[in-house]
C-alpha cells in the first residue's frame, strides 16, 4: 500500500464540496460520524462476490467543459 494515500480511517470520507453542504444543512458533525462508521475504502468478500457477478458497469466522468457524463456498459 502506498504510504501516501489518504485513506478513509484517516481522513474524512466525503470531498470538501460535499462538507460544504453538510455544514450548510447543519448536519456535518453527525453525517461525519455516520461516514466513519459506514464508508469504508475497500470491499467486504460479499460485495466483491457481488459485483463481479454483475454484467453491467455503469460509469461517470467529467468532461472538458467540466459537464457530468454517465453511461452504462452491459455485456
Not at 37 to 45: F, G, K, Q, S, T
Request: no cysteine; glycine share 6%; hydrophobic share 45%.
Amino acid at each position: 500500500m502506498n504510504s501516501q494515500r489518504q485513506t478513509i480511517s484517516d481522513h474524512s470520507a466525503f470531498h470538501a464540496g460535499e462538507r460544504q453542504a453538510q455544514r450548510l444543512a447543519g448536519v456535518d458533525e453527525r453525517i461525519e460520524r455516520v461516514g466513519r462508521a459506514a464508508i469504508r475504502d475497500y470491499l467486504l468478500p460479499q460485495h466483491q462476490a457481488f459485483f463481479a457477478a454483475q454484467h453491467q458497469l455503469l460509469l461517470a466522468m467529467v468532461d472538458a467543459d467540466r459537464q457530468p457524463w454517465v453511461a452504462m456498459l452491459a455485456g
